[in-house]
């Protein structure tokens, strides 16, 4: 069995959109997000617009994306990956929304660090079980 870890972010993303398909093709707006550590994809899905309600009556999105939006999208988020430089822990965001027929996304990269992490691997003592520092 394969571990995403073996896995190219683009691949993972892939995957991501297929999971994903159903549950876009009912949709109009909204954001996918997925989060990244070492690389590999974990917690990802969909934060969804809000409801519009009228009159007490919730009422639900009467179409979604087609399947060629749908490619669309996942090619733009597959493309947005040429942009996460550096980074290994984070999040990538996607608001889409249908205009006119025409799926518009917007992606937003976010990276996260971790002090505690960086003081091990800049500031760690030469000999970490010692408590003492020599005077000589």
Do not use: C
């Not at 959109?17 to 707006?29: D, P, Q």
């Not at 809000?50 to 179409?63: F, H, M, T, V, Y």
């Not at 992606?107 to 010692?130: C, F, G, H, T, V």
């Amino acid at each position: 069995m394969l571990k995403t870890d073996q896995l190219s972010l683009a691949r993972q993303v892939d995957m991501v959109f297929k999971e994903l398909e159903e549950e876009l093709s009912g949709m109009t707006s909204g954001t996918v997000f997925i989060q990244i550590r070492n690389n590999a994809i974990g917690k990802f899905g969909i934060r969804h617009n809000p409801i519009a309600g009228r009159n007490g009556q919730l009422s639900e999105e009467d179409r979604g994306l087609t399947n060629q939006q749908l490619k669309s999208f996942k090619a733009m988020a597959i493309e947005a990956l040429r942009f996460k430089r550096y980074w290994t822990h984070g999040e990538i965001s996607y608001e889409f929304a249908l205009r006119q027929d025409t799926i518009i996304v917007d992606a937003i990269l976010e990276s996260n660090y971790n002090m505690a992490n960086l003081m091990i691997q800049r500031y760690s003592r030469k000999d970490p079980a010692s408590t003492y520092h020599d005077i000589s």
